[in-house]
């Protein structure tokens, strides 16, 4: 199994931006899928990004689309979001996460969908 450590959040102002990390060991990350969620105190998790296995397919979250982008750099085994124009809105603790056996190209939205789960980093954006 994989083992998932973010990192990266922050307390930023609106417009500013932030760089997650998600820190895979105990298995290489090319053999994951892997997205990113966020869940405020009460609420759902929430997905914000996903990616395919090996880097060639991305999906967002409307309300990030052209804010966020979600990468992946599987020779150092680490996830990345990158989050410009940030809003108050985007306010939560972030969550990686992985899939496991999975074909090359498919990228998943659903957070029942994955099998591991980082610990989660805040984000908080100030108006």
């Known amino acids: 199994q994989v083992q998932l450590v973010e990192s990266g959040g922050g307390l930023v102002q609106a417009g500013d931006s932030l760089r997650l990390s998600c820190a895979a060991s105990?298995?290489?990350?090319?053999?994951?899928?892997m997205g990113w969620f966020r869940q405020a105190r009460g609420k759902e998790r929430e997905f914000v990004a996903a990616i395919s296995r090996l880097g060639h397919t991305t999906y967002y979250k409307d309300s990030v689309k052209g804010r966020f982008t979600i990468s992946r750099d599987n020779a150092k085994n680490t996830l990345y979001l990158q989050m410009n124009s940030l809003k108050p809105e985007d306010t939560d603790v972030y969550y990686c996460?992985?899939?496991?056996?999975?074909?090359?190209?498919?990228?998943?939205?659903?957070?029942?969908?994955?099998?591991?789960w980082g610990q989660g980093t805040q984000v908080t954006v100030s108006s």
């Open positions: 105990g298995r290489t990350l090319s053999s994951y899928a």
């Open positions: 996460a992985a899939k496991a056996s999975v074909p090359s190209l498919t990228v998943y939205s659903l957070h029942t969908s994955y099998d591991y």
